[in-house]
Each structure stands twice: as structure tokens, then as C-alpha cells.
């Protein structure tokens, strides 16, 4: 495929959607920035397993989207790594909007943290933790 300039699509705080020049919309979501670090630090108080890095964001998010957004699962390839987690759809309208809704999630989710800590406390084993 021929590599064309990417475009940024939408920034916030600690997300950002963009594409990367190579057909796809990518979803980053900056999990060491100051509110993500700060949920993760109380995520790992109350499940010892879940040490907050870009894996086990990747894994929490799965289970999230699984019960939540299945639509968004299906259309997305993840690559975390120790201080990031990207979601990589296909470019399209369609998964642009996706990409919206997924970053809309992911806000609300920091943002409104007790869902989070209220899922770990009564879900926390079955998720897959890295």
C-alpha cells in the first residue's frame, strides 16, 4: 500500500485518533498521562493483578467492549505496550465513527472512575490480566 500523509481526526487529554498514512485510524490512548495513572494506581489497590500498563489496559478494555461495544471489538486490532495502548481500525467512514465512540468510552471511564473500580470488585477475576 502506498504511504500518504495521515490526518489527525480528534485530540483530547489523553486520547487521540488519527490516521497513520498506511489505511488505518488509529486510537491512542496515553495511559501515563496524570488522571489514567491515577485510576490505574486505585485499579491495582483493589485487584492486585491489574498493574495498569498499556497489556492491561489492552485486557480490561477487551473485557469492557465484550459486554459494552462488541461492534467496536470486532473491528479493532490492539497493540499496547508499557505506556500506551493503540486500537488500529481499517479506514473507513464507519470505523471512524467507532473510533469516536471508543475514545468517548475510554473518557467516560477515567473520568467517571467508580465504574471502573465497581467492575474490578465484582468482575475483576474474569478478565484476562496480562
Known amino acids: 500500500m502506498e504511504e500518504q500523509e495521515g490526518r489527525m481526526i480528534w485530540t483530547h487529554e489523553y486520547v487521540q485518533i488519527y490516521t497513520n498514512g498506511y489505511g488505518n485510524i488509529v486510537l491512542l490512548f496515553e495511559d501515563e498521562k496524570e488522571k489514567p495513572l491515577a485510576v490505574g ?28 461495544a462488541p461492534d467496536i471489538l470486532k473491528s479493532i486490532d490492539s497493540d499496547p ?27 467516560s471511564l477515567i473520568e467517571n472512575e467508580e465504574e471502573i473500580y465497581k467492575i474490578l470488585r465484582e468482575k475483576g477475576d474474569e478478565i484476562e490480566w496480562d
Do not use: H, P, Q, V
Open 81 to 107: 505496550e508499557a505506556g500506551t495502548y493503540a486500537a488500529y481500525f481499517e479506514e473507513s467512514e464507519e470505523n471512524e465513527e467507532k473510533a469516536k465512540r471508543f475514545a468517548n468510552i475510554i473518557i
Open 41 to 68: 494506581r486505585k485499579m491495582n489497590e483493589i485487584n492486585e493483578e491489574a498493574y495498569m500498563n498499556g497489556y492491561n489496559w489492552d485486557a480490561f478494555l477487551n473485557y469492557y467492549l465484550a459486554e459494552n
